[in-house]
């Protein structure tokens, strides 16, 4: 079985899907995850992502493996666990500009469908129930408001340590919205037969308790 969750950056996809998946015991795979590797690539070499020569070059030596670890998904960029490093902001702006190059979307498509087809998986990203997995058989669109989301990942930051401006993080997150919502391939939207959960005033559990209700209900 394939669960799709879609929605913008920090409506809380990774906590939840991780959460449920648990659950469930199916798999976690975070699509983001493969997005920001790559970025983490481009960024370390100073790719001009706008030199489609440059561009093509750094795809071609670039290798993506996802492997899991007590559930808990790594992504191992070239033989490199880099699971912590694409963590990092610069990257995840990175991943949204370079998400929208077709290159970069062809180069994992394959990959996503390939651990969809040999797994009970929650997947989540920006285009997994619209383009990647079309079939699954629950699809969900999580959001969000700016606001929360950014208080959210204000929290996130303020927890690791790091003293970070809401103003900074609310405008990059709408920025990345619009980059995400607004690219001709593969835009993030919400797919006609997805679910649409608004966690702006749900708690964690809540949203994870309504996702295995829709599954259960999907059984019957
Ligand atoms: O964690 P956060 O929501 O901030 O972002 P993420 O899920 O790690 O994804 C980082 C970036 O990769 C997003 O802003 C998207 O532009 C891109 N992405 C995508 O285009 N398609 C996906 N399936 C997943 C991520």
Redesign the pocket.
Same mark, same amino acid.
């Given at each position: 079985m394939n669960i799709a969750i879609?929605g913008?950056?920090?409506?809380g996809?990774?906590t939840i899907a991780r959460l449920a998946s648990k659950k469930l015991g199916f798999l976690y795979v975070?699509? #983001?995850?493969?997005?920001?590797a790559i970025?983490l690539y481009l960024l370390n070499n100073d790719t001009d992502i706008t030199d489609k020569e440059a561009l093509d070059k750094a795809l071609s030596e670039i290798s993506i493996d996802i492997v899991y670890a007590d559930e808990v998904q790594h992504v191992i960029l070239n033989g490199d666990d880099v699971s912590s490093k694409?963590r990092e902001e610069r990257v #995840?702006n990175m991943?949204?500009k370079s998400?929208?190059l077709p290159e970069v979307?062809k180069k994992?498509l394959f990959l996503?469908r390939d651990i969809a087809a040999k797994n009970d998986v929650i997947m989540?990203?920006?285009?997994?129930g619209t383009n990647?997995l079309p079939n699954a058989e629950l699809k969900i669109y999580l959001t969000a408001s700016v606001e929360v989301r950014a208080k959210r990942?204000y929290d996130e930051l303020v927890e690791k340590g790091q003293s970070p401006d809401i103003n900074i993080i609310k405008d990059d997150i709408e920025k990345?919205d619009y980059?995400?919502m607004h690219r001709e391939i593969?835009p993030?939207k919400q797919a006609e037969d997805a679910v649409l959960l608004d966690s702006s005033y749900m708690t964690i559990e809540e949203v994870v308790e309504k996702i295995i209700a829709l599954k259960e209900g999907k059984k019957a």
């Open positions: 879609d913008p950056a920090g409506a996809k990774s975070d699509t #983001g995850a493969m997005y920001r970025a694409i #995840g991943a949204s998400a929208a979307r994992l996503q989540d990203g920006r285009d997994i990647i990942r990345r980059q995400d593969a993030l």
